[in-house]
């Protein structure tokens, strides 16, 4: 007979970003699918040292302390685990971690549009000082407190050089031609990342309304360079794809996507980036993830 789970307990994500989030401290209850509670999510501002890398001996005083927001994501769900130090050492720390930073991210969307909010501080994988996944009681996560815990890796535990090495190859060059002049932003490339966006926050209807005005710009914009390499080739596949398009958006206007229509949307955009990128010679910026590396563990 198997064990019972342990009564009372949480699944609770703890993160530590710096700076100030735009929400008020306080406790958030994020729902999901059919108005079903998906996490309480509580917000905590606290100061903290600033990190000083060189002390200046004409000037004695410590810096000023910056702002930090301590958020702790807690499961509405109780720990499924009859042992909860043992799935506590062999729970996977990544997936946990992209489900909180999921929650908050919705968190954070909501309360934009609430505040109508048209320049929002996004959550960023790279803005993570700290991270740890834990167990405890609702009373505990309630007040960012937990039984059990270990650390998480985030970008900021990695090497500058490490980090540093995750917008695309090739985009400082891109971004050296912008500036000079020698290239332009296209209102494609705009549209496109603004619609991966809400695509990987599971915002799928904004993802498909957006991607149908990206892929109209974009065959117009990239028209004149169909001579580029495989250029020619990807718009007439792009034009193909109109079909496709226009059904995910009119479903998005209805009020939902079903999960062809979302694979739809998702080999789309990932086709219009291609064919985006091309035409800037290659140079894909920020199409390859940062964090986490692949294979990384936990």
Do not use: K
């Not at 968190?107 to 109508?116: F, I, K, N, P």
């Amino acid at each position: 007979m198997p064990d019972a789970p342990a009564p009372g307990l949480f699944r609770i994500v703890q993160l530590e970003v710096a700076g100030e989030l735009d929400l008020n401290d306080g406790r958030w209850t994020v729902r999901g699918h059919a108005n079903r509670p998906r996490a309480v999510v509580v917000v905590e501002t606290t100061p903290r040292p600033r990190r000083r890398f060189r002390r200046d001996r004409r000037s004695p005083e410590e810096p000023a302390p910056v702002p930090a927001a301590i958020v702790t994501v807690v499961d509405a769900d109780p720990l499924d685990a009859a042992r909860p130090e043992r799935w506590l050492q062999h729970a996977d720390g990544e997936a946990a971690l992209t489900e909180a930073v999921s929650v908050v991210r919705r968190l954070l969307h909501l309360s934009a549009v609430a505040a109508a909010d048209p320049d929002p501080r996004p959550l960023r994988l790279r803005d993570l000082t700290r991270a740890v996944l834990a167990y405890g009681t609702g009373a505990e996560g309630a007040y960012g407190r937990w039984t059990a815990g270990r650390r998480l890796r985030v970008p900021a535990d990695e090497p500058d050089r490490v980090r540093r090495s995750g917008r695309g190859v090739g985009s400082d060059e891109r971004l050296a031609d912008l500036l000079s002049g020698r290239d332009a932003v296209l209102a494609s490339e705009v549209v496109t990342l603004r619609a991966r966006q809400d695509l990987v926050a599971g915002r799928t209807r904004e993802a498909a309304l957006g991607l149908r005005m990206a892929l109209e710009a974009g065959i117009a914009e990239l028209e004149p360079w169909r001579d580029a390499p495989q250029l020619d080739a990807a718009l007439d596949a792009l034009r193909a794809e109109r079909p496709r398009v226009a059904d995910a958006a009119a479903a998005a206007v209805r009020g939902g996507l079903d999960d062809t229509q979302v694979q739809a949307v998702r080999e789309v955009l990932h086709a219009l980036s291609v064919a985006l990128a091309r035409r800037a010679g290659g140079r894909r910026v920020g199409e390859r993830a940062v964090w986490p590396r692949p294979g990384s563990a936990g």
